[in-house]
């Protein structure tokens, strides 16, 4: 049997069928554009500041959730590094990917430019002109949240 299956035409041996694990694609959601919350309560020496001055857009971030947080219990981090906390996305734009995020979905946020970016320029004037949902945004710094899914 092991012959005929040796012999056998390459899509009959399943080769156009498998998956290197490895190599498996991401598919990236967008879910959010938002700005950082805080961001004015994490940036406290010349060191962080200038980090934060060498954040570009496409700049990747971290999100890491914090159900422990006294403030918010949908508390979602924003990092630029596991140790550079930025600050959080809005408490009340929250909810749903803290929600998702302990149902074990995975979410990466990306720097987005303000300039290139229309919906990330809206974003920004709109905010700066009025922002009576959450203060303490930095639309400065707009970032666009995405559900990470592996293909």
């Known amino acids: ?53 060498a954040i570009t857009p496409g700049t990747e971030l971290m999100l890491f959730r914090e159900p422990e947080n006294e403030h918010d219990e ?4 924003v990092h630029l590094t596991e140790d550079d906390k930025l600050g959080f996305i809005s408490r009340f734009k929250n909810e749903t990917i803290a929600r998702l995020m302990d149902a ?31 203060p303490t945004e930095n639309m400065a710094l707009p970032f666009s949240v995405y559900l990470i899914e592996e293909a």
């Not at 949908?74 to 981090?77: F, G, K, R, S, T």
Request: aromatic share 4%.
């Open 74 to 77: 949908w508390a979602v981090a």
């Open 1 to 53: 049997m092991s012959k005929l299956i040796q012999e056998a035409p390459q899509s009959l041996r399943g080769r156009m069928y498998q998956r290197d694990a490895s190599k498996a694609k991401e598919r990236r959601i967008l879910v959010l554009k938002t700005g950082i919350a805080g961001l004015q309560f994490h940036i406290e020496s010349e060191e962080e500041q200038a980090a934060l001055d």
């Open 104 to 134: 074990g979905k995975k979410f990466i946020g990306v720097v987005d430019d303000p300039q290139t970016d229309a919906t990330a320029k809206k974003i920004v004037e709109k905010e700066l002109r009025k922002n009576r949902n959450a």
